[in-house]
């Protein structure tokens, strides 16, 4: 059911205003039917002031009174609100012909999440398209470097003697190989010879799955003055013949157990050759580019030394077969 209003004086038909509207208006400015003893007619003009912005309220009711006066008739009661001052003309939506027109705010809403989406969606393309430009040219930080990250800085460059030859072997050498090398001294009675046995059983788990020669066992002594190349060699050919055993001078010991920090010390030393040498009991796994990957202490077995080994070496050659097919996919390109 609507309601015809006149706007003003003019009283001229204007439009069609919905009972809700009414209703709203009249509940934000505090005015009720039940309120005053005024009438029909006084409803009707004091619905044409709340829904014309430009009519002042205040000023409608000080007239209303003067008339009632002149006319002879009871004076209005003013009603009760907390305000009779005309609302903003951006809360009162109203049409040229004065009719309170629908709300378009879902109209610009809906707008406005449009253009949101779009600019998120481009957005998220483009770090799409930008991430496969970097695996495919290689352009940033590499996934190896990333997981440079967090890991102790241990290793570095290397000359020791090799017992097998007697000729120096740099660790330049040993590039484009993993090698497993292990801290410790040929009069060890116990300890020395348990983690090298462990260490070749690894070795020959790892061998069987990716091939002869996959990775090097690499024996270090800390105790040069004992331990020579004769002796070294012979010690290890109890245990695996595939073990590289390196020796050096004091210096170049100090210099690669500094690298990796392997404690050594050989505590009170008497007159005779017979000591002990306490040391590190940890197995260091050093990667083709020569530099350290992962550590195993004296608790792991050789099924899980090797199981670890065995994902470093699948984790580097399906990086390598990638490296390859990018750089197909960029000779292609040129």
Known sequence: ??????????????????????????????FSQSQG???????????????????DPERYWKEEELRAKAE??????????????????????????????E??????????????????????????????????????????????????????PWTLVDCRSGKPLASEQLRGKFYLIYFGFTFCPDICPQELEKAGKAVDIVEKEYGDGTIV?????????????????????????RTIGLTGTHEQIKDITRKFRVYYN??????????????????YLVGPNGKFIDSYGKNMTADEIAAKIGKEIH?????REERRQSRGVQDSEK
Not at 219 to 231: E, G, I, L
Not at 266 to 283: A, K
Request: glycine letters at 8%; aromatic letters at 8%; charged letters at 25%.
């Open 1 to 30: 059911m609507s309601l015809f209003l006149l706007r003003g004086s003019r009283s001229l038909t204007r439009g069609v205003v919905p009972r809700v509207a009414w209703t709203t208006v009249m509940a934000r400015r505090g």
């Open 37 to 55: 003893p005024y009438g029909d007619d006084h409803i009707e003009q004091l619905k044409r002031a709340m829904m014309n912005p430009k009519t």
């Open 72 to 101: 002879g008739r009871p004076v209005p009661e003013k009603p009760s609100g907390p305000s009779l001052k005309p609302l903003p003309s951006n809360q009162w939506n109203f049409d040229d012909a004065g009719i309170i027109k």
């Open 103 to 156: 709300d378009d705010t879902n109209v610009n809403f809906t707008y406005k999440g449009a253009a949101l989406f779009v600019c998120v969606g481009s957005l998220v393309l483009l770090m799409v398209e930008f991430a496969d430009y970097q695996r495919k040219h290689g352009v940033g930080r590499s996934l190896a470097e990333i997981e440079e990250i967090g890991k102790p800085k241990l290793g570095g």
């Open 217 to 241: 066992p690499i024996f270090v002594t800390v105790d040069p003055s004992r331990d020579t190349c004769a002796q070294t060699t012979l010690y290890l050919s109890e245990f695996d013949p």
């Open 266 to 283: 050989q505590g009170i030393r008497n007159d005779s050759e017979d000591y002990l040498v306490d040391h590190s009991i940890i197995h």
């Open 315 to 319: 984790r580097y050659r399906k990086r």
